[in-house]
């Protein structure tokens, strides 16, 4: 005891107990305090993971076209074979492999809408009733997902210039877009091509106006070929068709194939034309077909009184 008062009564001993009560308080904050270089360590490890398994698919499944660095390619007569992929934006590389036309099968004068391959098939069913096969299915659609983000992260950091953006879900919301503005955009922007209720149509070269009236293409697709143009369709960027239009746009075309066929029998939905020639060949034909029936009864023969 008179040990420690002795050491009490040293004229350094009051800074040691200073410093001490700061390195107790300095332990106890940093404790308590969260990690921000951890994490931030942490986050760019995982972007960079992220990256390498996009760089990977791309080789995979598009370099071989694209070239390695997203250069494009072209034949020996230096005729293009593949578009160059740097600073086409996160938009056009989801339209085009969220729909299957990329990775392109057979190249030709239009790449068709296809299922996507495994990697990327992002709308693969997960309403199974089986518990063991809801969740393979729902873990292989997470990883198609991420899979895609992946490759969209890498294409995108090929080039400092971005393109245009995957569109927000607020943006192409059906519920918000003016459904009698869209109707009449629609009519005066995109019915020379895709019909005025969306069914498609056929177009020069082998190429032709794919249909929007069924239930897989859905409101981000649409809305990414307006901003992109992929293959004959032209670009409407915000300039031309403002956000609220493409919503507009959107809407309009959800109702119109969720709308029943009064008739039965939507013809295509091309207008009276076809329901007019439907009517004049089936009515004509059968009116044919009874005057050929009657006629060709031979009528009894009199009997003789």
Request: hydrophobic share 40%; proline share 8%; glycine share 10%.
């Amino acid at each position: 005891m008179k040990r420690f008062t002795a050491w009490r009564r040293r004229p350094w001993a009051g800074y040691a107990v200073v410093l001490a009560a700061l390195a107790a308080i300095g332990v106890i904050y940093a404790g308590f305090q969260p990690q921000p270089d951890r994490a931030e360590a942490a986050s760019t490890a995982q972007a960079a993971d992220d990256l390498q398994n996009g760089k990977q698919l791309f080789n995979k499944n598009c370099a071989s076209c694209h070239g390695l660095n997203g250069e494009g390619s072209k034949d020996g007569n230096g005729k293009p074979l593949a578009p160059s992929l740097i600073g086409v934006g996160a938009a056009s590389v989801d339209f085009q492999v969220s729909t299957g036309r990329m990775p392109a099968m057979n190249p030709g004068a239009q790449m068709p809408r296809k299922k996507p391959i495994p990697d990327f098939n992002v709308g693969l069913k997960t309403d199974y009733e089986e518990p063991e096969k809801r969740a393979a299915a729902e873990k292989q659609k997470a990883q198609a997902q991420k899979n895609l983000a992946d490759l969209i992260a890498y294409v995108d950091s090929l080039s400092a210039s971005k393109g245009p953006a995957i569109p927000s879900a607020e943006m192409v919301d059906p519920k918000k877009g003016d459904v009698a503005l869209g109707g009449k955009l629609f009519r005066t922007n995109c019915a020379q091509c895709h019909n005025f209720v969306g069914s498609g149509g056929a177009l020069t070269g082998g190429k032709y106006a794919p249909p929007l009236d069924t239930n897989d293409v859905t409101p981000t697709q649409i809305y990414e070929a307006m901003l992109t143009g992929p293959q004959a369709m032209p670009v409407f960027n915000d300039t031309t068709l403002t956000p609220k239009d493409k919503q507009a746009i959107i809407a309009y075309l959800v109702q119109t194939r969720e709308e029943p066929n009064p008739g039965g029998f939507g013809l295509g939905r091309i207008g009276p034309v076809s329901e007019g020639l439907v009517g004049w060949l089936v009515g004509v034909g059968l009116l044919v077909l009874a005057a050929m029936w009657i006629t060709a009864k031979k009528p009894k023969k009199l009997k003789k009184s």
